[in-house]
């Protein structure tokens, strides 16, 4: 509903250069019931907002101001952020007979050129020295009473990182292209795509450890090197690579390389398992509502904060749900504040995120919200590529070209860190920024 309301929205707002339109597309209204507002908000954070003064608007006219020439625009020489995204609303001065007065009839995010060159993230090589110990199948790396994380060398994935002495991920990391299917994805019967999905037999993708290394050690960096084999009737290939630093950063390296007869691919990414106490979620990117590549304009960008049980959507049959898009930074955190971290890292575009108590199998088992069982655990996604879920139509497979995900090599990077109430994420993540 919230992108059906911003797609009808009378009031359009765009930007274009240095000039700021506001379009009024009613055909016999002018724009004198509303009032116009501004907020403007640095890397998530609001640095203020007022009232936009707008002369009425004819039907089908538009007036125009140059951004720099706003209000805004002293807040803007004061800050360092590396984005800003102005939001311009239009509320009703007076009640009517189907709504109070105040309520927002159109709302409207534009981002604002950056002050600076794009950033690169990079991270600093930090002083900080861990132990690390070989014992027969497992690689052990900890510093005393800050963190501690075990590997698997058999499975290549982590049984284990604590935080503070707190048990934090109980499983992963692995690779995930499966997605729970909506109704969407069933529509168009032999056609529809979890039709080819299960004929090319992604449902049942399982991965085998081909092989598990030590790259590289030294006092504060051990570099891991893992190849998955995803095999059915499909084969997809998955080289990652763990960078552990002596400050507790885990840098992920993924390297996709799927077989290029599979349909599109309903995701790239990565999963892993989380304490189910750990059930707090920050995120700097698209919100507060669920969001996805082809369904997002109406999702603004900025800092959120949900519960994992809030975050999901009890649609009446259960299929993928809860993500949220354009991801850059989400922190995952129990009541004290202890937890990970995880944000985009080099050259890799925004995330694609889902956290939720029901696993993927669950989701794709009931039937219905109410059979849904809730596992052990918090099951987490961070998607380079997340398929579009459509909606031209229920009953055909209608995912634009361009949200469609093909099954091509993809490379991509995350960085995964330990976090406390002390250690505020917006700080981690300028951490590893540069102009």
Known sequence: MHEVKYVYQPIKVSLSGSTLKILNTHFFQTTQSLEFGWSIHGDGYE???????????????????????????????????????????????????????????SSTQVQLPAKK???????????ATFLGEIFEDTIRVSQKDLWDLTLNTLTGAFESWQVAGVPVMIKGIVPCFWRAPTDNDKGGGENSYLSRWKAAHLDKLTFVTESCSIDSVADNLVKIKVVYLGVSNALIKVDMTYTIYGSGDVIVDCDVTPNSELPPLPRVGVEFHLDKSIDVVNWYGRGPFECY????????????????????????????????????????????????????????PFMQMNASFYSVQELDRATHNEDLVEGDTVEVHLDHKHMGIGGDDSWSPSVHEEYLIKPTPYSFSIRLCPITAASPASDIYKSQLRS
Not at 58 to 75: A, K, M, R, T, V
């Open 117 to 127: 060159m794009a950033y690169t993230h990079v991270i600093e090589r930090e002083d």
């Open 293 to 348: 590549p082809d369904r997002k304009e109406a999702a603004q960008v900025g800092i959120y904060q949900r519960s994992v049980r809030d975050m999901h959507v009890p649609y009446i049959v259960p299929g993928e749900c809860s993500g949220r898009a354009d991801v850059r930074w989400v922190t995952f955190q129990n009541k004290d504040g202890i937890g990970l971290y995880a944000s985009v890292y080099g050259t890799s």
């Open 47 to 105: 640095l203020g907002s007022g009232v936009l003064t707008v002369p009425p608007i004819d039907p089908q006219s538009s007036y125009e101001i140059n951004w720099e020439s706003g209000p805004w625009h002293s807040l803007l020489s004061a800050n360092s952020a590396a984005e800003y995204f102005l939001t311009i609303n239009g509320r009703l001065l007076h009640p009517t007979r189907w709504v109070e007065s105040g309520h927002v009839i």
